[in-house]
């Protein structure tokens, strides 16, 4: 007799899944058989179906149909399916006290329970929750080799425990700040401050710029921010950062990078085109087959003009991430030539939308670089994310561009802040951001003396975003409406500057604005 069996392991009432059809033999057997039945990694626990089918002949039959010589029977199974041991079991060391271990989420487990040694040593156990899949080991012995285990705990009974897995601590020296941030005083001047750890003594910190093959300069403090001046303006700088503890100097992080502004009015960063494309998108639209492609060399950008398209559109330069303001008036300007005399087009739009009233200006350049300007009014509401673009399609001369400039008229050029000390006429003004329950946000200021008040807001990168008020104001305290659907919600710095006849104060806070 040829014996062969199904089990409904998924109980959807039928045996077509492959791994359902369990067993079939291919010898003819009498008596009493024993064989091995696969049992799949996901079965459905409880009571299912077995299906036996014993044929006189060869041959592997359906397990619903006609059968022929034989005996087809069907038997209660109780499925019970066991406690996973955990999969993709990981160790990343942190430093000489910290490992973090991670795992699989595992079907039926409640818990975990994690143990670990050092080599040779006693186990310690500790559980976590079924949500999660990690746990950190702290309060280990750097430098020092550990092994560790994982299993889980199901609701009847526990998985085995895993393979043995080892990790090695790191050395005993300190950990490097966990992150930093930088705020800009002025173009030239920045505060660079850093997370302090409970053993830390000292810093060290270096910087220089990206390019130009500058030295570094490197300071040694005991806090943990320092206010870097003289830089280079519309520069991009890199810094490092290590911390020395009981156990002496650690290692040094890796880089981090800020840029520094030019005039404070200007709302382009790169506009020269000298730290290459930063900043700048092209876009080949391949409308009326345009084909092209751009470069920068020596501060300019250079656009090869294959196929110019049908359109201006078809190819274009683009900068986003632009306020402007409902209101307010924008002086443009940029320099700009082609090899042969053609016109090319600024778009002001939003983005991925329509352009803004008045946002089109059309320039016939020629094969001299010259400078042009445009006057741009946002009658429009207000867009903190729009975005220009040079049209350079439907024509086939090449253009170079440079020079991109954006600037709200009226805008005050921003003056190197007075230290606090030597104001004698002037307080600081005192800042408390409250919001209640879903209203927007206001921000609380009392002036100790009349004055001139500018309020901007700056993005973490130090890009100025927006400006909260720029008047005069006397003796008293004030609430200023933060209007958030101007801003995305984040972290940002405010910058204070506050003028009277005899001294002027300037300052600038984190804040950080949340939309409830």
């Not at 079965?43 to 619903?64: D, E």
């Not at 092209?282 to 009326?288: E, I, P, R, V």
Request: charged share 15%.
């Amino acid at each position: 007799m040829y014996w062969h069996i199904w089990i409904d392991f998924n109980q959807d009432g039928d045996f077509d899944e492959a791994d359902e059809f369990v067993l079939s033999t291919t010898v003819g057997n009498t008596g009493t058989i024993n064989e091995t039945l696969t049992i799949p990694n996901t079965p459905i626990a409880g009571l299912t179906r077995m299906r036996v089918i014993c044929k006189r002949y060869t041959g592997t039959p359906p397990p619903c149909g006609y059968l022929g010589n034989g005996e087809i029977e069907d038997f209660a199974l109780v499925v019970d399916r066991p406690c996973p041991t955990p999969t993709a079991i990981a160790a990343e060391v942190i430093s000489g006290n910290v490992v973090r271990l991670s795992w699989d989420l595992m079907t039926d487990a409640e818990r975990y329970k994690v143990r670990y040694r050092p080599v040779g040593g006693s186990w310690v156990e500790g559980l976590t929750a079924n949500v999660e899949t990690f746990k950190f080991l702290n309060g280990l012995t750097p430098n020092t080799t550990y092994q560790y285990q994982m299993k889980s705990l199901c609701v009847n009974e526990n998985s085995i425990w895993s393979t043995t897995r080892t990790f090695t601590t790191l050395g005993d020296v300190c950990d490097i700040p966990a992150s930093s941030s930088v705020a800009f005083n002025s173009p030239t001047e920045a505060v660079v401050s850093w997370s302090a750890w409970p053993n830390d003594t000292k810093y060290k910190f270096k910087y220089k710029p990206t390019t130009g093959g500058f030295p570094w300069t490197e300071i040694t403090t005991s806090l943990n921010a320092w206010t870097v001046s003289n830089l280079l303006a519309n520069t991009t700088y890199k810094y490092k950062l290590k911390t020395k503890c009981t156990a002496g100097w650690g290692n040094w992080s890796s880089n981090f990078n800020f840029t520094t502004g030019g005039n404070n009015c200007e709302m382009i960063q790169n506009g020269d085109f000298s730290q290459g494309s930063t900043n700048w998108e092209f876009k080949d639209s391949n409308g009326g087959g345009a084909v092209s492609s751009w470069s920068t060399a020596n501060s300019e950008a250079y656009i090869d003009i294959t196929n110019p398209g049908t359109s201006s559109w078809h190819i274009d330069l683009r900068y986003s991430g632009l306020l402007f303001e409902q209101g307010k008036t924008y002086n443009i300007s940029y320099k700009a030539k082609a090899e042969a005399n053609r016109n090319i087009v600024l778009f002001i739009t939003q983005i991925g939308g329509s352009q803004f009233t008045n946002g089109y200006n059309s320039k016939a350049i020629t094969t001299t670089m010259q400078t042009y300007t445009y006057q741009f009014s946002m009658t429009d509401p207000t867009d903190a994310n729009a975005r220009i673009a040079f049209g350079v399609g439907n024509n086939s001369a090449n253009v170079t561009i440079d020079d991109v400039s954006i600037q709200e008229v009226g805008c005050t050029p921003f003056q190197t802040p007075i230290n606090a000390k030597e104001i004698q006429n002037i307080k600081t003004p005192s800042f408390t951001l409250i919001s209640n329950g879903s209203e927007q946000p206001s921000l609380v200021y009392t002036l100790q003396s009349d004055a001139l008040v500018r309020i901007d807001l700056y993005s973490i990168n130090g890009q100025k975003v927006g400006q909260l008020i720029n008047q005069t104001q006397v003796i008293g305290t004030y609430q200023l409406p933060i209007v958030l659907d101007n801003f995305a919600q984040g972290m940002y710095f405010l910058r204070t500057t506050v003028r009277n006849e005899d001294s002027i104060f300037s300052d600038i806070q984190k804040v950080i604005l949340s939309k409830k």
